[in-house]
Each structure stands twice: as C-alpha cells, then as structure tokens.
C-alpha cells in the first residue's frame, strides 16, 4: 500500500474523514472502470460508483489495516454493489454480469453493443469465475493478491485459473484471427 | 511488443510453463483482449459531483463522530466518577470541572494528543549514518576483531581482574562450554528494494497551556497557582476509587498514557498467605491458564471498555514464550507459571507489523491476570508520530542470510566453538525498532528500521539458549556495521580466576584496573 494512501486511511479512521478526498481520487477511475466494464452502461455504473464511495466512506472504520489491502477492500465493495444490482432485476438465470445476458432482454439497455460482442467473441464461453479473473488481470492491471482478495481465493488459486482460463481460450481462438495476425508481423 | 503484454506473457509461463510453446497464440490472444477493453470514459462533471457529494458527507460524519482515545476515555461521566472517590473533588467545584472537562472543551485543548501514527515526510538520509559508530569504516570497524582488540580486558566499571598472576587451583565458577546456535535460511529470499522507508519517532506534545491556565484559577488555599507564568499541563493521574479500579497517568510531554491497577483496590488473597502451604494454594498450575483466544477476548473487552483505538494496531498476539520454557523444563513440576500474561497489539506501519529487536511484535500491550482474569494495565500507549527519509537497503541475499546465521540483531556468535543450526522458516517484512544515541542532541531516538524477521522453524530441546525469530535489519550501514563488529560473546576468561585475587581486588579496587 501506498503510504500517503495508507496515511489517509489512517486519518480518515482518527476521524478526519476530508481525508477520505485522496482516497476518492486515487480509486474513482478504477472503480468506476471495473464497474462498467461489468455492466456497459454509463449511468448505471456512475450510479453504482457512487454507492460504492458512499459505502466506504461509511465503512472505513472497520477496514483493518493488517488484513488486506485498501484496493482489495474498495473492489470488493464494489462487486458486491454490482452483483446486488443484478439480483435487484430479479433475472432467473444465474447472473453475474452482463455478458451472460445478452441473449435475453435486459432492462438496463446495454448502449455499447458492438464492444460487448467484441469481448463475447473471447469471454463469454468460459465460466464467469475465470472471466472475473481474467478481466481483473489484463483490464484492470491488478495484482493476484489483490484479485484473491477481492474473489475471496487464495493467490495461487487465482494464478492457476487465469492459465487455466488463457490456456482455453487459445486453444478456441479461431485460426483466422492468428492468421490475420501472423501475416502482420 | 508491449511491456504489457510481455509482463502477462512471462507471468503466465511462470505460472505454466508449457504455455510457452503457444507463444504467438498467447500473444495474440492478449492482444485481442487489450484491444477489446471497453473504453470506459468517466465524465468528469460526474467525477466532479460525486466527490462534492463525498465529502459533504464526509464533513457531516466528521462532525458526528469526534471521539477519538482521550475524548471518549475522558467523557464527563467517567470524570466525574474518578472525580467522586479522588482527592480532587475535594478541591475543584463540581461546576469547575464540569466546565474544564466537558468533551467538548477536552476536545479543544488537547487536539495533539492522538495515538494514531502521523508521518512527516523529510529529505533522503535525513537521521544521518545509522551506524551506531557513526565514523565507523568497515576497516575500523573490522580492527576491533582484531586479535589484540579482543585480549583486551574489559575495565572500568567496578574494576577488572588482571590476567596476570599466578593461578590456584580453586576457581570460582566453571565457565560453560558456548555452543553456537546457527540460524539457517536455505529458502528464497524475493522482493528486496534498494532504498526503503526509515521512521524516526519524534516527540510527543509540550503540554497544554489552557488547561494549565484553568486549572490555575483553582483557589487550593496553600499556593496561588495562579502565580505560575508561562504554565503548561504536562502529567495528571486519575484513579478509578473501586473494587479492581485503574490508576491512570497522562503525561503530555512525552505523549503517553499508562494504565495500571489501582493496587490499593485489588484483593489478591495469595499477598496475605504466610507460610508455604498457603502460597502453594494459590500457586498457579497449567490447568489455569486459559487458552490463548480466552486471554484475547479478555484483553479485548478492557479494549472496547477503555475505547484504545486499534485501528493502527495489527491481531493480537499473546506472549507465551513461558510455553516453550516449560516444554523444555527438565523437571515440570517445579516450573513456575506467569502470573499474568501479555497480550500486544502489534503497531502496523505501511502495513507492516513492528517488532522489538528479539523478533517479538510490538505495540499497545495489555497484561492479562491469569487467576483473576482481568487486566492489570495497558501500555505503549504512547503517541506516534514519526518522520520517515528514504535509506539505503540491502538486497545482499548472501548477506542478509549470513547475518540472520549468527542470530540477527543481538545474536550471540563466534566464529569458534561447536556449533548447532537450527532453521528458519520463511521470513515476514516488518519494521524492528532501532535505538541510536544522538551526540548532537544527547539523547537516544528510536527508529523503526525495515527488517525482515525469520520465526525459528523448530527449537530444539537441547539448546541452551535460542531465540523464537531472528531479526535482519536491511539498512545497509546497519546492516554492514553489525556483520563486521565484534559481537557480544559470553567468552569465558583466558585464565581462571582465584579467590585470593578476587580479595586483593576488593582492597585496592585502582590497583586492579589493568592499563
């Protein structure tokens, strides 16, 4: 952990909560990408974004130092927000984020069509498990031990997914794609 | 190729390392999920809003929850109940205090006092050479282990004994044979940086001159208070007038609380007993030790009670070293149990616990009794303020392993006698306190210096001293100086000592300091 980041959280916990700002700044990117990348829709991730600073804000007290890091703490917040806000559509199916809904009609209109069939094409066919994690890794640049934090795995459980995960998804890449690809270098 | 891609690349292989055969599939693969990131753009304006919101919110739970240690240890109610059965309520008038100690006006007067850390940023290298020689030169450091350097007899306090002489048969005490215990690391050792963070304690408040001046205007008839000038509070004492109550000190100054019990208000029946069969009675047996988790709640609830802000502070760990020791008794039945038991909060700094310089964690530590199953008294209470430089560290494995074979800091070892290894399990990143003498300011500072600290994977019965973590400090000066200084070794005298001498000595202590 950073340690200005560190220090902020230390304050805002003596109960100077104005620094919660650097906090703010330093995650409100992140979170919020994490959050539409989950759900492609601008307002319904800004209005998830919110509560996930509001929530934390809140819950900062109870953030332990000592147990994991701050990054880790505000991601979970904000899956957790995310997988409430689909279970609030009452789907029946098995949901945990957006690209599993897309064959069905969804209330929160997906406004970045050709981007989620673009990620379909890759991500769709393997198991959300090994989707979140590939998406945490490469998209959101975050560490395994963060990763395990936040899908609450151990480290090398995460790694051993992802190559599981990057191993299938290689073998289905369609050949035309590694053509394209080869008579480009 | 893009580092980002090469960075994925060369963890997946880590991970897999078959997976490098199908590079150019993983390659482009990796590419295609780059390039097909949703291009997620916030809106600034929304950025904006949110955190206006933010902190509007924030300012309001602020203003809601202003209760930090002090105000909430010194809350009216409580004040005035240690006011109730305490000498000052002979003296103060109740509507005095109420006004002095309101939490609100607590609030003012001591705003420094918290006991949460604070850091302050200064240049590179700012404490100086953290070698505790500070002209120290590995040469002159190295010449102290020089053979005439360690003839040398030790002198002066009390006066030495001379290796002259003649030698009588009739010694003192035998000296023990010194076994080396070698500390053996033979694991990885990953993640060492060049240049970490050093943190130097600073002092805590100067006292609290409004304070002072109020309680000034308190007519005590025998002195006027109020002729003090320039006054400040720096200590006051409150005591808990009840069954098991606490005495409690606050010295402003240097920024510490202490709690003890008040002794005078706890019964202990066995500081009554007069004869053996009445001690033994009382006399603590295995059996009454509770488990480690009961001694935690019970530190825990005094905790919560006493509203200590942990929230710096790391899990609970109860010192129960006295376990070891009792594993390893030769006779069990003779073996005495504490009778109370610490259990310490470590201090986390950059998320990383602190550690004494034996490898023990260190922080807020609360005394748990074992019979009466209540605490005795909290300490370390103390203000945390540090100012933190970058320093020089080492990423010598060879080295760090080689420091950690000799025991670490205030490790016991020569390069003689029959030795005994002993391992080390994996090693945990932490910060170990450090004490250097400042010439300048003629007085010792305590430093949080970057360690890493190496639990013992196993003690052996046998040994005859051994430690339950090794400490490695990785600042390089320190780290340099203490691999070449000659370490504190327990050698037995060159030549026996005789009575006679020892007699001599005692009549004519200048005769008998050599040189």
Redesign the interface.
């Known amino acids: 952990?950073e340690?200005s980041e560190?220090?902020a959280i230390?304050?805002c916990?003596?109960?100077?909560?104005?620094s919660?700002?650097a906090l703010?700044?330093l995650y409100?990117?992140k979170i919020?990408?994490f959050i539409?990348?989950k759900t492609?829709h601008?307002e319904t991730?800004?209005d998830l974004?919110?509560k996930t600073?509001?929530k934390a804000?809140?819950k900062i007290?109870t953030f332990?130092?000592?147990?994991g890091?701050f990054s880790a703490w505000i991601y979970q917040i904000a899956r957790n927000n995310v997988i409430d806000y689909y279970r609030s559509q009452k789907q029946e199916i098995d949901i945990e984020d957006v690209w599993d809904l897309s064959a069905k009609p969804f209330k929160a209109e997906v406004e970045?069509k050709m981007?989620l069939e673009?990620?379909q094409?890759?991500?769709q066919g393997i198991p959300s498990e090994q989707r979140e994690i590939?998406i945490l890794?490469?998209?959101e640049g975050l560490s395994y031990k963060e990763i395990a934090d936040i899908v609450g795995k151990n480290e090398n459980n995460c790694?051993?997914i992802?190559?599981r995960a990057?191993?299938k998804?290689?073998q289905q890449?369609p050949l035309s794609?590694?053509l394209i690809?080869?008579l480009n270098v | 190729m893009k580092s980002e891609i090469k960075n994925l690349l060369a963890e997946l292989y880590e991970i897999d390392p078959k997976l490098k055969s199908h590079e150019k599939k993983l390659i482009v693969l990796i590419e295609e999920l780059l390039s097909s990131r949703p291009a997620a753009q916030i809106d600034e304006a929304f950025k904006r809003q949110l955190r206006k919101e933010v902190l509007a919110k924030a300012k309001k739970l602020s203003a809601d929850t202003q209760e930090n240690f002090i105000t909430k240890f010194m809350n009216f109610n409580k004040l005035q109940y240690a006011l109730g059965g305490g000498l000052i309520a002979l003296i103060i008038a109740i509507p005095l205090a109420r006004s002095l100690f309101s939490p609100k006006n607590i609030n003012e007067q001591l705003p420094q006092l918290s006991f949460l850390p604070t850091f302050n940023t200064v240049k590179d290298n700012a404490f100086g050479n953290l070698a505790q020689l500070d002209e120290a030169s590995p040469e002159s450091a190295a010449s102290a282990l020089s053979a005439e350097g360690r003839a040398r007899t030790q002198s002066g306090g009390g006066g030495g004994v001379g290796s002259s002489g003649s030698v009588a048969p009739r010694l003192i005490y035998p000296a023990p044979e010194f076994i080396n215990v070698e500390y053996l690391f033979d694991g990885e050792i990953e993640a060492l940086e060049p240049q970490s963070l050093v943190y130097k304690k600073t002092e805590g408040v100067a006292g609290t001159r409004q304070l002072a001046q109020m309680l000034q205007t308190v007519n005590l008839g025998l002195v006027n208070l109020d002729a003090a000038r320039n006054s400040a509070l720096q200590q006051f004492t409150i005591i808990e007038d009840r069954d098991f109550g606490y005495i409690i000190n606050v010295d402003l100054k240097e920024g510490s609380i202490s709690i003890n019990e008040n002794y005078e208000r706890w019964d202990r029946p066995q500081n009554r007993c007069r004869d053996e069969r009445c001690f033994n009675q009382y006399r603590i047996r295995e059996n009454d030790i509770q488990s480690n988790s009961e001694i935690i709640k019970i530190a825990n609830q005094f905790a919560e009670e006493y509203g200590l802000n942990l929230s710096s502070y790391g899990e609970p760990v109860v010192g129960d070293s006295w376990r070891i020791e009792y594993a390893r008794a030769q006779n069990p039945s003779d073996f005495y149990f504490p009778q109370a038991v610490s259990v310490v909060y470590p201090l986390i700094i950059d998320g990383q616990r602190v550690f004494d310089p034996s490898g023990f964690p260190t922080g807020i530590q609360i005394s748990v009794d074992i019979l009466l199953d209540k605490v005795t008294g909290a300490y370390g209470l103390t203000v945390q303020n540090y100012e933190r430089s970058l320093y020089d560290t080492s990423t010598d494995v060879d080295k760090i392993k080689e420091f950690a074979k000799r025991g670490g800091m205030y490790g016991y070892y020569t390069l003689e006698g029959k030795k005994e290894e002993v391992k080390l399990d994996n090693p945990e990143r932490g910060f170990v306190q450090y004490y250097k003498y400042n010439q300048e300011k003629s007085k010792t500072e305590t430093l949080l210096v970057p360690a890493l600290i190496f639990p013992v994977a196993e003690i052996p019965k046998e040994a005859q001293f051994i430690k339950q973590n090794v400490v490695v400090p990785l600042v390089t000066s320190i780290l340099e100086e203490q691999l070449v200084e000659p370490r504190p070794v327990p050698v037995p005298l060159d030549e026996p000592v005789i009575l006679e001498q020892v007699d001599q000595v005692q009549d004519e202590p200048e005769a008998a300091v050599e040189e």
Do not use: C
């Open positions: 952990m340690t560190l220090q230390q304050e916990q003596q109960g100077k909560l104005d919660f700002g703010y700044d409100i990117k919020y990408n539409y990348y492609l601008k991730a800004e974004t919110s600073f509001i804000l809140d007290g332990k130092i000592d147990q890091t970045a981007e673009k990620v094409k890759y991500i590939i890794r490469v998209w790694k051993v992802y190559s990057m191993s998804l290689r890449m794609l590694l690809f080869l």
